[in-house]
């Protein structure tokens, strides 16, 4: 089994670590408070410890924390990431008044690609950040088939994230590898979705899907 390391103990975070810890890999919670109680993981597996801590035990990471500081706050962990695969499912944007993604904060770049900017030694993929957090780690809560993509620019990276994604209920034919990191671009502008979907489905689980 694999030692999976997800940093952030939001909503998202806990998913994705409640649900790797469920398919049997060895998971630690990054956690900027680690003595403080997390009542979510209680009795789930999960290990809460500092971020570095979690970063450096790990063989893969998720980063689950805010996609508008995620590049610098990473950026503290170089050390801990060296040689590291990490998984950005984060998002950023500007928002408007009622706090819905309007755009993206620059069109230019992308979280994921500023993560590697910051991270030159640690291999980034993005991924599961066209989905309802509940989808990402079981993806057959919806009705029909979901897509999970992929970005990043190395190979073997890709296939280690998929390989996780397989064992949280990703079928081979639900994953989509979009090519090179710059495709995080695409990606997290399709977050401007999330106001019109919430406004149209309420907050049932969702996912962006291709068919073709």
Wanted: aromatic share 6%; glycine share 10%; charged share 15%.
């Amino acid at each position: 089994m694999t030692t999976v390391a997800v940093l952030g103990t939001g909503i998202v975070g806990i998913t994705l670590a409640t649900g790797f810890a469920r398919a049997g890999h060895t998971v630690l919670a990054g956690s900027g408070h680690p003595d403080r109680p997390q009542e979510a993981l209680t009795g789930t597996g999960v290990r809460v410890v500092a971020h570095a801590d979690a970063a450096g035990a790990a063989d893969v990471v998720f980063n689950a924390t805010p996609g508008e500081v995620a590049a610098q706050f990473l950026g503290g962990l170089a050390a801990a990431l060296r040689g590291r695969v990490l998984a950005d499912v984060s998002n950023a944007a500007v928002r408007g008044p009622d706090g819905f993604p309007t755009g993206p904060l620059d069109p230019n770049t992308s979280v994921a690609e500023e993560i590697q900017r910051a991270l030159p030694d640690t291999r980034v993929v993005k991924t599961l950040n066209t989905m309802d957090q509940r989808v990402m780690t079981d993806p057959s809560v919806l009705p029909t088939p979901p897509t999970a993509f992929l970005a990043g620019d190395d190979p073997t990276a890709k296939a280690a994230v998929s390989a996780l994604l397989h064992d949280v209920g990703w079928h081979n034919d639900w994953l989509l590898d979009l090519g090179p990191l710059t495709a995080a671009r695409a990606l997290e502008s399709s977050y401007v979705m999330l106001g019109p979907i919430i406004q149209r489905y309420g907050f049932a689980p969702f996912s962006l899907a291709i068919a073709h």
